[in-house]
């Protein structure tokens, strides 16, 4: 199993960051992955699209090739990122090819008050748009995300690993269910 593991913030020491390098050494020891980096990616802008820039065509490839995705969704303005929608609507151009159709996903996020809620909640209907399978429980909105780590980025909060190794073994699970 394959695993793409997509940080929808540009920042080194995003807390979003954190959590997906904590579920990626959760992945079962016979399973690889790989972080998919969002830096480089220009505005989306369709008249580019006769030559896709390389960064996206390899953003594309990557998730083509992967069994499952894991999107860690930082919220800002009540929303998913600005560098996170970009890529999306990159990779997803042309619909007919984009690589999500059919592709297990699962969300997460470490944010405020409320974990991500409302990013996700609109990731989610981004990816219901572009076909993805997306996994609906357990879900992981960790709450007040930079009070959980440590100085190395370590997930200290005992309720907060527990948490993400529950979500972590339901996506291996649900990427299995849906056989791709």
């Not at 499952?68 to 042309?94: F, H, M, Q, T």
């Amino acid at each position: 199993m394959h695993i793409v593991i997509i940080v929808g913030s540009l920042r080194k020491d995003s807390v979003n960051r954190k959590l997906a390098l904590a579920a990626q050494g959760l992945l079962p020891e016979d399973a690889t992955s790989e972080i998919a980096e969002l830096h480089g990616i220009p505005l989306y802008d369709g008249d580019l699209e006769v030559n896709y820039p390389e960064v996206v065509t390899d953003l594309r490839e990557r998730i083509r090739k992967a069994d499952g995705v894991l999107i860690a969704v930082p919220e800002y303005n009540y929303s998913v990122s600005g560098v996170l929608k970009n890529a999306l609507d990159w990779v997803s151009r042309p619909p007919r090819t984009q690589p999500f159709n059919q592709k297990p996903v699962a969300v997460m996020g470490a944010g405020g008050m409320g974990g991500t809620v409302r990013g996700q909640m609109h990731l989610r209907q981004i990816m219901l748009y572009l076909e993805a399978y997306v996994m609906g429980r357990p879900e992981l909105l960790l709450a007040q995300g930079t009070s959980k780590f440590d100085g190395e980025g370590n997930l200290i909060d005992e309720k907060s690993k527990e948490q993400l190794e529950r979500f972590v073994a339901s996506f291996v699970g649900w990427v299995e269910k849906m056989g791709v």
